[in-house]
């Protein structure tokens, strides 16, 4: 059974990994992006700086640079010491821990000898704290003088990166709970349907066949959903055919069984009176069996039917033919009644694609029950060739169906009477075994019935075109 965490997890892991692989690389670049703004904002400045005052202490002489550098550091940022030509420093404002007299590293001094300019971070044991220093060569008619140094110190710059780091982490802790939040708030939106439909499938499964997911959202969850309802439905449905179905077929075969078993104790125990009595028995005997094999071999088509692996013979036919074969099978019966037959053909003659022996034991059914449901007049056969198809009529004087039982009398079982059907030996089959036969050739089968007047069933079959089906097979 799944829970709603199985899903809540996956989402939520799947998203917070997500997140680590984005904001972690972000979090970096930003990072990176502030500090290098920082420090090359200051690294311009000093450089500037630097540059500026080595410009202006080439045009002066050294006693007259010393008040002034302690001028310009007061109303500088930065700090500067000034070296000689030696790398000795000669002036020194503000800068700790660097003495006047000391010498800065050779390397410098031969870069400034160069006339370049000097930039770095400084070592720890020259000054205290971390400076950006900027040292520009002081050049005097030409020669190499000395140099002038300028330094930043990184303890600003350093003090508002950690609050801009502190405010990026806050920002990703936020963040990062937020989504963990709403991923906890989606992933229940997303598994609580779940776990609706998984519940409704079980007691569908169980039986419980009324059951309905009741989500209505028009996406891929709703229409799982509506799938669940409409399998629940057709299950249903499905099952109380069946019933249905079986309770119909114990009760039908219950009945000619009932009659052999009585008839036949009758005929063992010579419970008749006369010859003619015993014949009569025998008689009945003989018709029940007869129904009850009928009944079978309906079944049986049927069953093969719903399987669908009733296999037709299709092949080019004259539907006259197969008509005058039909009738000229049920003529006996209809003789026997004193019912006249009557088949009639209009237009002119196009082959249907259908099984032969099928579509005889559709007109067959159809024209026994226009026999057996007459008791005089005539039955009716009309085979017309239109443009578009070939249509049947077969049309009795009998006794007619209501109209109210018209839409049913195709259902297996149906009849219209229970009584009529069994006092002309009926199954209540035929129909349903006509109608599928019908359908799978193609065609339509439609009734018409007026109560005491008579009965009109109308086949109809498209009219194919013999190059498109023989490039079908
Ligand atoms: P059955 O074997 O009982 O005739 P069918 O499926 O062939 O079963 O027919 C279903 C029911 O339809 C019959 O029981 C009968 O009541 C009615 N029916 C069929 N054809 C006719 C007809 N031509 N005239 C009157 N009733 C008919």
């Known amino acids: 059974m799944i829970t709603g965490n199985g899903i809540v997890i996956k989402l939520g892991a799947t998203i917070i990994l997500l997140f680590l692989i984005v904001l972690l690389p972000v979090g970096f670049v930003i990072d990176r992006i502030f500090s290098g703004f920082y420090v090359n904002e200051v690294r311009s400045k000093?450089?500037?700086?630097?540059?500026?005052?080595?410009?202006?202490?080439?045009n002066m002489t050294t006693p007259s640079i010393l008040p002034m550098i302690d001028m310009m550091s007061g109303f500088s940022q930065f700090n500067l010491f000034i070296v000689d030509a030696h790398g000795q420093i000669i002036v020194n404002s503000g800068v700790t821990n660097i003495k006047k007299g000391e010498f800065v590293p050779a390397e410098d001094?031969?870069?400034?000898?160069?006339?370049?300019?000097?930039?770095?971070?400084?070592?720890e044991s020259t000054t205290e704290g971390r400076y950006l220093i900027s040292g520009s060569p002081i050049l005097k008619d030409q020669g190499f003088y000395g140099g002038?140094?300028?330094?930043?110190?990184?303890?600003?710059?350093?003090?508002?990166?950690?609050?801009?780091?502190?405010?990026?982490?806050?920002?990703?802790?936020?963040?990062?709970?937020?989504?963990?939040?709403?991923?906890?708030?989606?992933?229940?939106?997303?598994?609580?349907?779940?776990?609706?439909?998984?519940?409704?499938?079980r007691r569908i499964a169980k039986g419980n066949l009324d059951t309905r997911v009741q989500i209505t959202s028009n996406d891929e969850i709703g229409s799982l959903a509506q799938a669940i309802n409409d399998l629940a439905f057709d299950l249903k449905r499905y099952r109380d055919t069946q019933r249905e179905f079986f309770a119909n077929i114990s009760h039908e075969l219950r009945t000619p069984i009932t009659y052999l078993e009585g008839y036949s104790k009758v005929l063992r125990e010579k419970l008749?009176?006369?010859?003619?009595?015993?014949?009569?028995?025998?008689?009945?005997?003989?018709?029940?069996?007869?129904?009850?094999?009928?009944?079978?071999?309906?079944?049986?088509?049927?069953?093969?039917?719903?399987?669908?692996?009733?296999?037709l013979h299709l092949e080019w036919i004259d539907l006259t033919e197969v008509l005058e074969g039909a009738i000229a099978k049920t003529s006996i019966r209809a003789k026997e009644k004193g019912l006249e037959v009557q088949f009639n053909i209009s237009g002119e003659c196009v082959l249907v694609h259908c099984d032969g022996n099928r579509l005889t034991q559709v007109f067959i059914n159809i024209l026994d029950n226009a026999i057996r449901y007459s008791e005089a007049g005539s039955v009716f056969i009309?085979?017309?060739?239109?443009?578009?198809?070939t249509k049947i009529a077969i049309m009795d004087t009998g006794m007619g169906i209501p109209e109210a039982e018209l839409p049913y009398i195709f259902d297996r079982f149906y009849r219209v009477e229970k009584s009529r059907s069994r006092q002309y030996g009926g199954t209540g089959l035929g129909l349903a075994i006509v109608k599928n036969l019908v359908e799978l050739q193609g065609g339509n089968i439609h009734v018409t019935s007026n109560v005491g007047k008579g009965t009109c069933f109308l086949i109809s079959f498209p009219r194919l075109d013999i190059g498109n089906i023989k490039g079908e097979e």
Request: charged share 25%; glycine share 6%.
């Open 148 to 201: 002038v140094y300028v330094l930043a110190s990184l303890e600003g710059i350093d003090l508002s990166l950690q609050k801009v780091r502190a405010m990026l982490l806050l920002a990703g802790f936020g963040t990062f709970f937020l989504a963990l939040a709403f991923t906890y708030i989606i992933s229940k939106k997303l598994s609580s349907p779940l776990i609706q439909m998984e519940r409704a499938a």
């Open 109 to 123: 001094l031969a870069a400034l000898a160069k006339g370049e300019m000097i930039e770095r971070v400084t070592i």
């Open 272 to 311: 008749y009176e006369s010859p003619d009595e015993e014949e009569k028995y025998l008689e009945i005997i003989h018709e029940e069996t007869g129904r009850l094999s009928r009944m079978i071999g309906d079944l049986f088509d049927l069953a093969k039917m719903d399987e669908g692996k009733i296999s």
């Open 46 to 58: 000093i450089e500037q700086t630097s540059s500026h005052y080595a410009q202006m202490f080439s």
């Open 382 to 389: 009309e085979l017309s060739y239109e443009q578009e198809e």
